[in-house]
């Protein structure tokens, strides 16, 4: 209740670091759900692992940002980049071409040269916020082994990941995001951007959080 009368106030992000944040089911905890219902705006949720949960004070970052070419995946990767430049730290752009693209020769070319014109476009926005940021890819792999075992070898620490809400009333994120919550070991923060005007927010919205 005290979260939905604060919303009203025009916030453009909630940003929601609470636990439990998975149940045993491997899904977002019924407090999670309920606490984003509550808010109709932008959602960070972030669950902290490995080091962050043994030592919440450590400053560091080391950040892993899955890439597509959706509008999502690019506020994610905005938003990712922002955060490691003002944390001063590295960050790596993750692009992945799955095993069924190389079925047929025709549609895995296309899926390269997405890959590569994502990698270009994320490099722009980095050059844009005078960010570094290192492109890699992965082919023949699912999308989740493939960040899973890009943290492990880069020393990630940090797995950001834009999304979109699924509907229902159970918060979700769909099968990758719910894969990660399930399995990783790496601190996760998945990004949901709410892009369309609050209705019900008293102030007018003010930039959406990606590209503050």
Same mark, same amino acid.
């Given at each position: 209740?005290?979260?939905?009368?604060?919303?009203?106030?025009?916030?453009?992000?909630?940003?929601?670091?609470?636990?439990?944040? *998975?149940?045993?089911? =491997?899904?977002? #905890?019924?407090? $999670?759900?309920?606490? &984003?219902?509550?808010?109709?705006? @932008?959602?960070? +949720?972030?669950?902290?692992?490995?080091?962050?949960?043994?030592?919440?004070?450590?400053?560091?970052?080391?950040?892993?940002?899955?890439?597509?070419?959706?509008?999502?995946?690019?506020?994610?990767?905005?938003?990712?980049?922002?955060?490691?430049?003002?944390?001063?730290?590295?960050?790596?752009?993750?692009?992945?071409?799955?095993?069924?693209?190389?079925?047929?020769?025709?549609?895995?070319?296309?899926? *390269?040269?997405?890959? =590569?014109?994502? #990698?270009?476009? $994320?490099?722009?926005? &980095?050059?844009?916020?005078?960010? @570094?940021?290192? +492109?890699?890819?992965?082919?023949?792999?699912?999308?989740?082994?493939?960040?899973?075992?890009?943290?492990?070898?880069?020393?990630?620490?940090?797995?950001?990941?834009?999304?979109?809400?699924?509907p229902g009333e159970r918060l979700?994120?769909?099968?990758?995001?719910?894969?990660?919550?399930?399995?990783?070991?790496?601190?996760?923060?998945?990004?949901?951007?709410?892009?369309?005007?609050?209705?019900?927010?008293?102030?007018?919205?003010?930039?959406?959080?990606?590209?503050?």
């Open positions: 209740e005290a979260v939905a009368t604060e919303a009203r106030n025009g916030y453009d992000l909630f940003v929601i670091g609470v636990e439990p944040t *998975v149940e045993a089911s =491997g899904d977002f #905890a019924e407090g $999670i759900s309920r606490l &984003a219902r509550s808010f109709p705006g @932008s959602l960070a +949720i972030v669950s902290a692992r490995g080091r962050h949960e043994i030592n919440p004070d450590d400053p560091r970052l080391k950040i892993l940002i899955p890439v597509t070419g959706s509008q999502v995946s690019r506020h994610g990767a905005e938003f990712a980049l922002a955060l490691a430049k003002a944390a001063k730290t590295k960050a790596t752009a993750l692009t992945v071409i799955t095993p069924e693209a190389s079925y047929e020769r025709q549609r895995y070319g296309t899926r *390269v040269r997405d890959a =590569g014109e994502t #990698a270009k476009e $994320i490099t722009a926005i &980095a050059t844009a916020l005078e960010q @570094s940021v290192q +492109i890699a890819q992965r082919t023949n792999i699912s999308p989740e082994d493939a960040i899973l075992r890009e943290a492990r070898l880069g020393a990630h620490d940090l797995i950001l990941l834009g999304v979109s809400r699924r979700s994120f769909g099968e990758l995001a719910a894969a990660l919550l399930d399995s990783s070991d790496r601190s996760l923060l998945f990004l949901s951007v709410q892009t369309t005007p609050k209705a019900d927010s008293a102030t007018p919205a003010r930039s959406a959080p990606a590209q503050a």
